[in-house]
Nanobody
């Protein structure tokens, strides 16, 4: 599966952004999807995931502010980010894996999110 993120940009603290990830290939509904983020020079950080059945999990740092969703008809996964903080500034990556695989095998190219104070 190929993943392409969009929707990043510059926003003031307290604002909102919605990221999208378009997936190409077959059987999108069979993939668990996730968002990660990375600040240059630092390790990639888990943000959120959504399973094939719609179960969700979030990092503590974004819980209550970010929401992941998926549309299996459009082959898209979304990340709604509200109440953004400067520390949310990072490159955001969409990722996919087949249920049962130990890690995420497929990654997008990333989209930059910058939150100004």
């Amino acid at each position: 599966v190929q993943l392409v993120e969009s929707g990043g940009g510059l926003v003031q603290a307290g604002g909102s952004l919605r990221l999208s990830c378009a997936a190409s290939g077959r059987s999108f509904s069979n993939y668990q999807m996730a968002w990660f983020r990375q600040v240059p020079g630092m390790e990639r950080e888990f943000v959120t995931f959504i399973t094939t059945s719609g179960l969700r999990g979030y990092a503590d740092s974004v819980k209550g502010r970010f929401t992941i969703s998926r549309d299996n008809v459009k082959n898209q996964v979304y990340l709604q980010m509200n109440s953004l903080k400067p520390e949310d500034t990072a490159i955001y990556y969409c990722a996919a894996k087949v249920l049962g695989d130990p890690g995420y095998n497929y990654w997008g190219q990333g989209t930059q999110v910058t939150v100004s104070s």
